[in-house]
Structure formats: C-alpha cells, structure tokens
C-alpha cells in the first residue's frame, strides 16, 4: 500500500526497522550491562541503578518460583509508580510468568472480575490496597497468594523511618499481617538467592511470541476483555517510540514518571522506553501539578508523557511560573483529544510542542505520533509509526477503502497489534481480521497522510485519561430500584477532556436525588467511572424502532457541573 506520510517524518526516522529477537526483560538486562551505574529510578530522595534494579527483578523472579508461581501463570500487580511496580513487572516476567496490571482505583466488584477473568491466582499490590483485596478473597477465594508492599519500602533511610507516622497522621495506614498466604516484598527479595544473570538456571527460557501482559480493555464492544501482548509486541512498540525520537540520547534522558504504569500508554511509552534506552525515571506515584514541575525543574527531565489533564493542570498550576520548564524536549500525549488552548499554553510555558499521538490498548498501544521536530496540522493525531500501515474503510462493511479527507472507521496493521483477546475468541474474530485490526474509531486522512480522530465508534468515555464504557455505569444504575431507564454519555469538561454523565428517567411512583444516585454508583465503581452529572428525563429520545439516540444526548450535553458545585466549568 501507498505510504504518503513518510515524507512527513522527521529526519532520520525509518519506515522500516528490523527489530531485535528479545524477550520485555531483555530491555533490562541490555541497559543493565551499557548503563549499569546509571540511574534508573529516582523515588524521593532514593536511587537504583540499572545494575540494582536488574538484581531485584531477578530475586523478585526467583521469590515468585518459591512461592510455586509456573511459567504461564499470570499474576496481577495492582502497584502505583513506585519502585516496586518496575521490580514486579520485570520480575513476573522473568519467571516466565505473565503480568496482569489492575487499576489501583478498582472497587471490590472490579477486582475480583479481573482476577477471575485472567485466572490470577497471586497478586503484588500496595498495603492501602489491601482491605479491598482481602475482602474479595474472604468473598472468594481469590486470590490465593498477596504479596504486599508500602510507599516506604524504597525511600530513603530517614523517610522509610518517617513514613509510618506521616501515614498514621493522615489516617493513610493499613497494618497488614504478613503471614501465609499474606507475604512481604522485601522479605521475598531477602530470601531470594542473590545470583545474577549468569548462574540463573532457576529462570524458565520464554520466547519472544510468548505471551508477556493480559491489558485490560473494553476493545470496542464496551465489555472489559484482556488483551493478549506478546513480548515481541511489547518490545516492538517501545522500540518504535526510540525510533520516533531521532535525536533520543541513550544514556542520558530523563523521564517524568508521572503517567500511571497499570495503562499499557504508561508502560510503553514511559517505562519500557525509559528502560530500553538506559534513561532515568523520576517516579511520581500520584500527579499533582506543583510536585509535577518542581521535579520536572530539579531533575531537568528531558521527556514528559502524559494525558491532556496532567498538560492542563501544569498549565493551571498558579507556581508554575518558578519553574524553569524549559529543560523538555519531547512531550508527548495521548488517551484522549488535546484541547487547543491546553497545548498553547504548555508551549509558551515551555517552549516545547507536545506530540499528540493516537493508540489503542489492542495495538500495544501506540500507532500514531505526530512529528517531534517537524509541524504538524492543528487537531492531528499524528502519522502511522515506522513499520504501521493505517486504512480507512467503510463503517458498514469494513471492506471499502475511504477517499482522503472522507471519515471512515480506522483499521491498522503492524508487529505491535495484540495476539488477541484472552479467551474470546468470537470477539477476537470481529476486531482481527486479514491481519487488520478493526479500531472502532472514526477518522480521517488529510494528502499528506495525517489522520484525524472524529469520534468513537462505540461511545467510550475518557475522564482523566481513563477508559470508561457506559454500558458497565449504565448497569450499576440500573441497579437502584427508582431507575426505570439510564443513558451514561461524556459531556465537556475543562479540565478532563469529557466527564461522565447520566440521563436518568425515573420508576413512576419513585423519587431519587443526583446525590443519591451518585453515592449509588460510588459503592461499586472506581471513582473515574462514578457520574459527575445526573439529569432527570421524563423520557429518552429514540429511533423510530425505540433504540435510544445515545448520540443526540451526547450532543445535547452542556459542560458538566458536579452534584454540589454552584458555578459551571467553562468549556473548552
């Protein structure tokens, strides 16, 4: 097929690369041995090196084997950005084992659907995570085996003696019993022979088409389905990231850690790529746009992937301005559309252009960037990465190719498109096909070969970054017994890009509050699910068969104003 944008690529990006035959932990053990005294992961005041960080992921792997874990099983981490997360991640993968990241924010429902789904019978989380987690197990039985960890483990001597009183005074402690089958993280790396890469015959041999990480999604059909990424996907996708950033210096980058790692864009494209090239990551568990910059300043972090709130709240920020940003020089961003003004505003405070790129979790997840030197048109979601061929085709038949500058659905094909759906195979059939992935999503193309993202084929909403499907929202509605009907649609919001909000027509005879209703749907969704915005119908518009015009409430929504708030956001 006709590749028209590589002549928009920056100078010296490939179209094509021949990719190296590594497994994820390769990327490790690569810097490992080019970098090994070089910074690896900042946390508060503490340092790993390369050549530490290896050594724990080995004895993490080794500690796994102890604890019965066998090449195949998949384990569940459930860990912020916070040493631990990069330690288990490449730890599991290691012990052949293949990791199943979880949203820390999942309630007691979510996180035992994840876990059933993907068989995890052991998980690595936080201890605030813990009452959660045993609930379910007590509920359950699942999991059978918790590995539990602190914010403290890794700080500093005098911060990791602190941290259990600053914990305590901000009511932010769990006393956790670290007895069977309830064990420590540090204590599983104490006991784990300390041996290096090469006298581990313990380590099972795992092939690149193995699989790696189970990334949970809910594709295009809104129901939450694990995405099967091979090493080699995984691999592949970071290193398309390298190739994009002609200029990258090995070695020498510094990363701002601040886009969560449980998202397969948070891994890619800040954790695997900081690791594959040696480069630093400043870990920020939690973003906060003071602490943001002020690391971005003390650090001179070079590269910042993030999602449009996080560029919105620096710009927002009233500190920023004593700052000195101007040490960036790749900003990239994804999870959902940037608004204009956003991106205006985070250049005249940098002096850097951010990078919209475009991905999906199905495509590992990044397909698309626009150029980090060159221009771009205004609204772009970028070009097709080097090795990525991108179609669009008709809606209905998905078989007919769509003239430039007419709006189709998007199709891709690349080494870095998933395996496939964990063990649903009729839904792995409807999005793979011809070696196609089906994306769902409406865009596009301009002469040059920029594509343009118009909307989303199945309604998903994203708050914050996050994936939220109405149909799992509109559900839990459902569920409260005034509820005759519930449309769940996203609605502008200033700072998050879209909101979610409901559409509630109410049981004659029944009287329920916004308040009520949201307090409802807080018991059993994680809090970015949770509508901002309840509006009372007396009835929903439909078709002329009564199938309910989702789309005509979504456009009929009005920027958003949360239950309790008196002033509406401006839009954007």
Not at 353 to 378: F, M, R, V, W
Not at 472 to 484: D, M, N, S
């Amino acid at each position: 097929m006709e590749r028209v944008w590589i002549s928009r690529y920056d100078a010296g990006v490939p179209l094509s690369s021949a990719y190296p035959e590594w497994t994820v932990p390769d990327l490790l053990r690569r810097s490992a041995s080019c970098f090994p005294e070089s910074t690896a992961l900042f946390f508060y005041g503490a340092r790993l090196s390369f050549r530490e960080l290896n050594d724990l992921t080995t004895r993490f792997a080794h500690g796994l084997l102890r604890l019965g874990v066998k090449r195949g099983d998949r384990v569940a981490l459930m860990l912020p950005n916070i040493p631990q997360a990069v330690i288990a991640y490449y730890g599991v993968l290691k012990a052949g084992a293949i990791v199943a990241p979880m949203n820390p924010l999942y309630v007691e429902r979510e996180i035992h659907s994840q876990l059933a789904d993907a068989g995890s019978e052991i998980i690595v989380a936080l201890d605030l995570f813990y009452p959660r987690i045993q609930a379910v197990r007590e509920q359950t039985g699942l999991p059978e085996r918790i590995i539990i960890t602190s914010l403290g483990d890794f700080l500093p001597t005098v911060k990791r003696l602190l941290y259990p009183l600053k914990a305590r005074l901000a009511k932010r402690w769990v006393a956790v019993e670290k007895t069977p089958p309830v064990y420590d993280f540090l204590a599983l790396l104490d006991a784990a022979s300390p041996r290096t890469e090469d006298d581990s015959p313990l380590l099972p041999t795992v092939e690149p088409d193995a699989l790696a990480q189970i990334q949970y999604t809910g594709g295009t059909t809104g129901t939450p389905k694990g995405v099967m990424l091979s090493h080699r996907n995984v691999v592949v996708n970071a290193m398309q990231g390298r190739l994009w950033c002609s200029d990258f210096q090995e070695g020498k980058e510094v990363f701002l850690g601040a886009v969560p790692f449980f998202h397969c864009y948070g891994l890619s494209t800040c954790q695997n790529l900081a690791v594959a090239t040696g480069s630093q990551i400043v870990l920020l568990p939690r973003f906060h746009a003071e602490e943001a910059v002020k690391l971005i300043h003390q650090h001179r972090v070079t590269i910042v992937s993030g999602v449009p709130v996080m560029f919105a709240m620096i710009t927002d920020c009233p500190k920023v301005g004593r700052y000195d940003l101007h040490s960036i020089r790749v900003c990239l961003c994804g999870a959902s559309p940037l608004p204009t003004e956003v991106q205006e505003r985070f250049e005249r405070l940098s002096g850097v252009k951010i990078s919209e790129g475009y991905g999906l979790t199905e495509a590992g997840p990044t397909t698309h960037c626009n150029p980090i030197q060159g221009d771009h048109p205004q609204g772009s979601m970028g070009l097709p990465f080097p090795d990525t061929d991108a179609r669009i085709v008709d809606e209905e038949t998905g078989m007919r190719d769509i003239p430039t500058g007419e709006a189709g659905e998007l199709i891709i094909r690349g080494p870095q498109v998933m395996q496939g759906y964990w063990r649903k195979t009729e839904d792995t059939q409807a999005v793979l096909r011809d070696g196609w992935l089906y994306t769902g999503d409406i865009v596009t193309r301009d002469e040059h070969g920029f594509f343009f993202f118009l909307d989303r084929k199945k309604d998903v909403i994203k708050p914050w970054g996050e994936t939220v499907y109405p149909r799992e929202v509109e559900e839990i509605l459902y569920q409260h017994p005034a509820v005759r009907e519930a449309v769940v649609v996203g609605a502008p919001d200033h700072h998050y890009g879209e909101a979610v909000k409901a559409f509630v027509v109410q049981k004659e005879g029944c009287a329920v509050t916004e308040r009520e209703l949201i307090e409802h749907c807080r018991r059993s969704l994680a809090r970015f699910k949770v509508p901002v915005a309840i509006e009372f119908r007396t009835e929903l518009p439909r078709t002329i068969i009564g199938k309910v015009l989702r789309r005509a409430l979504r456009d009929e929504a009005d920027p958003v104003v949360p239950a309790g708030m008196q002033s509406s956001r401006k839009a954007m």
